[in-house]
């Protein structure tokens, strides 16, 4: 199952702008509160140009919800991306400018509604879109005292003599903002991170689905192995007919016969004899577990041998070995390939996994996603994506994998 993150980002942004729409309209509503308390004189404003002003505040803060109803900005399949960065556009434009009119008409009365706009910019889990409002309100504060000045509202010292504080007081909440904007951040993130975690638990559940066919597979492909001499029967059923224990098993001991072989070679020699006595009897000791009956007696006479200090005997019946051991491994490798072992379950310095531990490396990357462990669930998917286990799965685990990537850059 894929997931659009792109949309779920949208679905914040929308949500966002809903939020911030009713702050809009909730200041427009006490805007007009007051100015209509002006208007029947039951509060006094020095500044008789809030009589005009006043109103077309609340126009231009009422502007977003109107856009929003008529043209349906908030609607993702409608309108999508640009749709909803416009509306947000617009909304933080809107209280920006609506509180530059009220700043310039009432001065440093009005100040406090300067922290209206970065407040509303907070919301959008973006240090960048909260940085910018509370830049535009830094300069806006400015430039209201000097239309101020200018409208004859402030004296040109009691201006300067407001100004400076209030511009500290601000720039001292700048702080809080970003920490309010780095918590709605962190929320997103969250809930991000929940649904790969539900999609890595979607990829979880497909896997569990492999091991019944694949089992399945496995004892009728067995057969092939009982026709050329292994006693798959007796060893299944000293591994409690863990087929997928047998199979690792099997695994291993192919990855590693020429390696043990050449091992093994060097070995025989007089003065190391009893290393070699101990080399082939854990060869002995694993071909007997995977039933390969042949080679675990020409191994067990080996290690009498080695032990009993008979060089020659041990150099005239190293053809014999090699060659049961050689044939051993291919008929494995056989069977390897007919499940498609090799090539699904093998990274690429030949390194094997089995299907259980595939499966409980991504559950525990799945536990890391739970508790928002991003780094960790990243690093696990990585390694897990090295073994070609199946072509969907991996596709799974290349977009959960992007998408962490993405919410890490967030």
Known sequence: M????????????????????????????????????????????????????????????????????????????????????????????CNLTAVFLLSSTLSHYASIIWLLPTLIACQYYSKRITS?????????????????????????NLALVHLMPQL?????????????????????????????????????????????????????KMRYLAKNGVDVDTALQNMDGNVDKYNDFLLTFVGESHRKEDELFTLMDSDTLLQYGAKVHALRVKSNALGLRNLTDTAFFHEIEAYAGNLEVIQNN????????????????????????????????????????????????????????PDKARSILNELLQYQIDADITQNLQNIVANIDEVLKA
């Open 168 to 220: 500290l007081i601000y720039c001292a909440a700048y702080p809080l903002f970003m920490n309010i904007t780095k918590r709605t951040e962190l929320l997103m993130k969250k809930q991000k991170l929940s649904m790969l975690a539900y999609q890595a638990k979607q990829t979880l559940d497909h896997l569990e689905e492999l091991p019944d066919t694949y089992i399945t597979d496995c004892r009728i």
């Open 2 to 93: 894929q997931y659009n993150y792109n949309h779920i980002f949208l679905e914040n942004r929308q949500i966002s702008n809903t939020s911030a729409i009713r702050w809009s309209c909730f200041t427009a509503m006490v805007i007009g509160i007051a100015w209509i308390f002006t208007l029947f004189h039951i509060i006094s404003v020095p500044a008789l140009a809030f009589q005009i002003i006043a109103p077309v505040s609340i126009f231009i803060l009422l502007l977003p919800a109107v856009v929003n109803h008529l043209m349906h900005l908030s609607d993702i399949l409608l309108v999508g991306l640009k749709g909803i960065n416009l509306l947000t556009g617009l909304i933080l434009g």
């Open 132 to 156: 910018h409002i509370f830049l535009g309100g830094f300069v806006g504060m400015i430039l209201s005292f000097y239309v101020s000045i200018y409208l004859g509202i402030e004296d040109l």
């Open 318 to 373: 190293w053809e014999k070995l090699s060659f049961e051991w050689d044939e051993a491994c291919d008929v494995f490798t056989d069977y390897i390939q007919s499940l498609g072992l090799k090539d699904h379950a093998t990274d690429g310095q030949g390194n094997q996994i089995t299907f259980k531990k595939w499966g409980e490396q991504l559950h525990e990357a799945f536990d890391a996603l739970e508790t928002y462990d």
